[in-house]
């Protein structure tokens, strides 16, 4: 079967854009969305009549995908080697409120097919080890990231559900990272981390650790339960996608939106920039004292919840990355023109305040306030979770207690001595 020249873009059952099959893509806005009393832009892309390719289009169409060695797996199995051809088999159900589908087809009821923790552990035995592989009939979901994920919807029965084609999902299975040899159970780091965000009182997308599967599964955030009973998409950009950065430049080191820029584009566009600025900055920190160096732009995303405006979502993809030699030392944004979280000292903290625009006392105080309850924090969150651990996935998380209680304290050590 040929591929189509043309995808459209839906929100709902309104027809927002298509996508054209060139090099670069082009993006056209229908003149039904056009023609609406307030139209909402697609991330960064204009509201403007024509086809556009700027970098916006690239960053928006570019980031609803897989990146690294998932995007090439999905390329050499859908045999896809194109941004365009990529979108046509997998950007299904994205990240946030649209899909994509073929010219001349609209987006169906959902249906679900039931299955088993059971089950979806046989599949991740499986030799391809593979989460994107756990799917519904047909299905056609795209997961943002390089880590291996699958889309599940939980409803009240519990009975884990894979969406069959377009279908909006509830849930993100998280398995242990399997691609990279020294880094071990990163699904218990990962949902220790994320409970200890939680309990520190930063926003934190909610999570729990599956043992049949060892996963992290996490609640989406971009998905809302409607008086029907049905599931509703929200409008949900990461600051790459705003930016108008392709996820490979996602680093700043890359040339991808560092801290001062990430705070420029929550002011741009939140309407609570204040709550936002705060918790971005207590975002930072905490990544600091977690361990957490992988902490880029592309972490972050705004949403629009009804009644509410647009606003940071709730933060998400928290790990503890330090714990693992093999992976990079440095952090994912400069502080202060420092990188290495082992010499960020308080002149950093004070200079990363200017770059934000903030008052120093109030940078510091949030640094002071996050080091105070994060030994509490991760020591509750790994004993929330380690009776459903394995005794490999126990020692990882109690070494992960460890690491951050020392971590935070010779971090905020440095960053709370008087100058």
């Known amino acids: 079967m040929s591929r189509p020249d043309r995808l459209d873009l839906f929100h709902g ?66 045999k896809a080697s194109t941004l365009f051809s990529l979108l046509y088999e997998v950007a299904g159900d994205t990240a946030g409120a649209f899909v994509i589908l073929p010219a001349g087809e609209r987006p169906e009821p959902p249906s679900y097919e039931a299955t088993s923790w059971q089950a979806l552990a046989g599949v991740l035995a499986s030799k391809s080890a593979s989460a994107i592989d756990i799917k519904g009939h047909h299905a056609r979901i795209s997961l943002a990231g390089a880590q291996d994920k699958a889309s599940l919807a939980l409803f009240e029965d519990g009975i884990p559900r894979l969406p069959r084609g377009t279908s909006p999902s509830t849930h993100i299975l998280k398995p242990d990272i399997r691609r990279l040899a020294k880094v071990w159970h990163s699904a218990a780091n990962e949902a220790a981390t994320m409970r200890a965000a939680a309990m520190c009182g930063l926003p934190t997308a909610d999570v729990f650790y599956e043992p049949n599967t060892q996963a992290c599964v996490v609640k989406r955030f971009d998905r809302i339960e409607r008086a029907d009973g049905t599931l509703g998409r929200l409008l949900q950009y990461d600051l790459c996608q705003l930016a108008g950065t392709v996820s490979e430049k996602k680093y700043e080191v890359e040339g991808g939106p560092g801290a001062g820029r990430c705070a420029e584009l929550i002011r741009q566009y939140s309407t609570q920039p204040a709550v936002d600025l705060k918790n971005f900055v207590a975002w930072i920190f905490f990544n600091l004292y977690s361990g957490n160096n992988d902490s880029h732009a592309k972490n972050l995303s705004l949403y629009r919840v009804p009644g509410t405006g647009m606003k940071l979502t709730p933060f998400y993809d928290l790990m503890c990355t330090r714990i693992y030699p093999a992976l990079s030392p440095q952090f994912a944004f400069s502080i202060g023109g420092e990188t290495m979280p082992g010499a960020i000292s308080r002149a950093h903290a004070v200079a990363l305040a200017e770059t934000l625009g903030m008052r120093p006392a109030f940078v510091l105080g949030i640094a002071e306030e996050l080091a105070g309850k994060m030994p509490g924090a991760i020591g509750d969150a790994v004993a929330s979770i380690s009776p459903d651990l394995s005794p490999g996935a126990r020692t990882l998380a109690r070494r992960l207690e460890q690491f951050v209680v020392s971590t935070t304290r010779q971090i905020s050590s440095r960053l709370l001595q008087a100058s």
């Open 13 to 78: 059952e309104d027809r927002v854009a298509s996508v054209h099959d060139s090099a670069p893509l082009e993006f056209e806005y229908t003149a039904e969305w056009l023609a609406r009393a307030e139209p909402l832009p697609v991330a960064a892309i204009p509201l403007a009549p024509g086809r556009q390719s700027s970098a916006a289009v690239q960053a928006f169409l570019e980031n609803l995908l897989p990146e690294g060695e998932l995007r090439d797996y999905l390329a050499q199995q859908k």
